[in-house]
């Protein structure tokens, strides 16, 4: 299972832009892909500018279908227009 988690931060005037955008990035996800295991995103609590994502796909080929998915390659640069700064992205791996 491949699993990432990125944190991010966004810009104050783009907050409410990138959050529809995800919402809706969540709901396609979970209508189109056939397994993903996990795709969530949460809001920092004590920073609400930024974001955290976590999500796992079965093997490489389920993450790619995603990656190339309509849905995906057409809100991606919209999200990247709300960014404060760079994403930074941790591939994890699971130890059971």
Do not use: W
Not at 22 to 47: G, M, S, T
Not at 51 to 77: G, I, N
């Amino acid at each position: 299972m491949l699993s990432t988690l990125i944190r991010l931060k966004v810009l104050p005037e783009k907050q409410a832009e990138f959050e529809g955008l995800v919402a809706q990035l969540v709901q396609d996800v979970y209508e189109n892909e056939p397994a993903p295991r996990l795709y969530e995103v949460r809001r920092c609590k004590d920073d609400p500018l930024s974001y955290v994502y976590l999500f796992s796909f079965k093997d490489e080929a389920a993450q790619q279908r995603f990656q190339d998915a309509d849905y995906h390659t057409q809100m991606a640069p919209k999200a990247v227009a709300c960014l404060d700064g760079d994403p930074v992205y941790e591939q994890l791996e699971s130890f059971y």
